[in-house]
């Protein structure tokens, strides 16, 4: 389709975040380190990678495809979120369509550093070349970034629980009381966000915070205009059960989709540990120290679980094929998708009788809400 006139800001910024987030000499330098150690233990360590090859090549297909199934289920899951949280805002998106844009920005965040910030703004772009207005676009990515964080978060929670409260479960317990503390806060500044009193209250405390700075106001000014966005997105609590649930069950299915490479692989499940080592496994996952945290996750998932009771060379085996299935085999799945969608033709796609969040600004009114996917 024709760009919009919009599409040259567009561009501005997806200039403006790659610039910001390209790496420096402390990236490379760590990026470096990382990868000369991944050597060096790949050396120390080739008896039990040699195990590690021999299990895969052993693989038994049916618990693959399962494996298989359960991180297509993670996808579509992951896409649920900003698809609920759009319809929230008026727009009507296909899943189909969101999905083949969560897979994209994926690969994009997956292939080059800092790549998160390039693929939220790709993500942002199509979004607003397809009807989305720049306020809900930001918004629908914030709170689904945020639900994502929580989700995890909250199977991390999980995970210590199961693990109990002995043996290698004592040195993550006071990260543990940390989550819990900061569940209970957000629910709490959650719940006292329906009240206008508490909402003016904050108001002028940040207000003021930011001083006379002109940038750090504007800044505050864009920030208090996305979350009322949010809030104006699903009133009260009841309605972010389901796209919290769908963040959940994201984390849910892609921890499925490890103890399934560890079943397809003939190796005994550590069902009291493997929820904690995959959650604790995403946090130094994330800060993406490398393209797609390779070697990073690797190194990590593997530690954890050799420390929750597998034998070294099972747990290098069950780690790669996660990874297979998990990151190397979406990349060239979401390069395609990001093909496809970057030079898609066609208008924007919304439900007829749903406005979008152009169409209510005009008219003064609020879209109706509607549950459901």
Known sequence: MAERPESAAADREDWEAGRLVRPG???????????????????????????????????RV??????????????????A??????????VRWSLRRMTAITVAANAVAGALPGGAAFATAWVYRQLNRRGVEP??????????????????????????????????AAVVRPLAGALVLALVIGLVVFSL??????????????????GRSGRVRQAQLLLARVVEQARSLQPGFRPWLGPATYALMNWVFDAACLAACLWALGIGVPWRGILLAYALTQI???????????GVVEASLSALLVLYGLPPGPAIAGTLLYRAISYWALQ???????IGVTFQTGGPSWRPGLRTDRDTHRSGRRPPHEPGT
């Not at 080739?46 to 590690?52: I, K, V, Y």
């Not at 329906?194 to 003021?208: L, S």
């Not at 130094?284 to 390779?294: A, E, Q």
């Open 25 to 59: 000499p402390v990236w490379w330098v760590g990026a470096g380190l990382l990868v000369g150690a991944a050597v060096v233990v790949a050396v120390w360590r080739r008896h039990e990678l040699a195990q590690a090859f021999g299990l895969i090549s052993r693989v």
């Open 62 to 79: 049916p618990q693959l495809v399962v494996a298989v199934g359960c991180e297509a289920l993670s996808v579509v899951c992951f896409a």
């Open 81 to 90: 979120v900003p698809r609920r949280l759009l319809l929230a805002g008026g």
């Open 135 to 168: 306020v809900l676009a930001a918004t629908v990515l914030m709170v689904a970034g945020a639900l994502s964080a929580l989700g995890l978060a909250i199977l991390t929670v999980l995970g210590m629980l199961t693990v109990g409260a002995a043996g290698a």
């Open 193 to 210: 966000s329906r009240f206008a009193g508490f909402r003016a209250a904050v108001r002028r405390a940040w207000f003021t915070a930011g």
């Open 284 to 294: 130094p996952g994330s800060l993406r120290l490398t393209p797609g945290s390779i």
């Open 332 to 338: 060239p799945v979401g390069w395609a998708n990001w």
